[in-house]
């Protein structure tokens, strides 16, 4: 089976752009969640998805929003973007429960000048 | 509190020797679900091992192993006989059954092995 897909792999954006970050989960996989990478924070969670539903959310601003498609295929959308949102952002699977293992992919590295 | 530390930022090795990688997590939840997770210079990060707390029996797969102590909250990670492909950023995590699915990560031990 193809893994999880990410694109794109690296993104350049200013302050006050949008960006648009894309997810291809594992086939026959519903859950998709979405983490945030940085130096100083570590890894954090997002949201997640299930059957185009949000089913948990993180300790984030309104700026970051996804979305789950049919398919399972899912995007997120960070507004206005700040410095601070630099960050690798990382994707994952999972089959569809909670407790189930997640499997990453190769993550997205956005960079805001 | 529900948290997951790694105390060791970095370990430097060199390769051959064996090296444990420390986990400690604090919840009051009773059921919970156990990972680690090797992150390559590439980004991805790659799945491990899972456990969930109702199983304390310890595993082995080749030169891996994991020590889960459920009266010391602790899941360690050892690796034996360190190669320089085991150099990496390793994370522990945590599902918490309250946290619906959310992964809870400690900061991470890096992991260098010299040749």
């Known amino acids: 089976k193809a893994g999880v897909t990410q694109t794109p792999r690296y993104l350049i954006k200013t302050r006050g752009q949008q960006v648009t970050l894309s997810c291809s989960p594992i086939?026959?996989?519903?859950?998709v969640s979405w983490y945030q990478q940085t130096p100083g924070q570590g890894l954090q969670f997002l949201f997640e998805y299930f059957s185009e539903t949000q089913r948990n959310k993180g300790n984030f601003p309104g700026r970051f929003s996804g979305r789950q498609f049919s398919n399972s295929r899912s995007e997120m959308n960070v507004s206005t973007l700040e410095l601070g949102d630099s960050a690798l952002y990382l994707c994952?699977?999972?089959?569809?429960?909670?407790?189930?293992?997640?499997?990453f992919g190769p993550g997205t590295r956005l960079l805001v000048l | 509190a529900q948290k997951v530390t790694q105390a060791q930022t970095e370990i430097s090795v060199v390769e051959k020797e064996d090296v444990t990688l420390d986990c400690v997590y604090e919840t009051r939840d009773t059921t919970y679900y156990l990972f680690w997770y090797k992150q390559p210079p590439s980004g991805e990060l790659v799945f491990l091992i899972r456990r969930n707390s109702f199983d304390e029996q310890n595993e082995i797969s080749g030169r891996y192993s994991w020590n889960f102590q459920k009266s010391t909250s602790s899941f360690n990670f050892t690796i034996t006989a360190s190669q320089v492909v085991d150099s990496a950023v390793y994370f522990c995590a945590l599902i918490f059954s309250s946290n619906t699915g959310k992964l809870i990560f400690g900061q991470g031990t890096t992991l260098q092995v010299k040749p």
């Open positions: 994952a699977s999972r089959q569809r429960n909670p407790q189930e293992t997640q499997y």
């Open positions: 086939s026959g996989h519903r859950s």
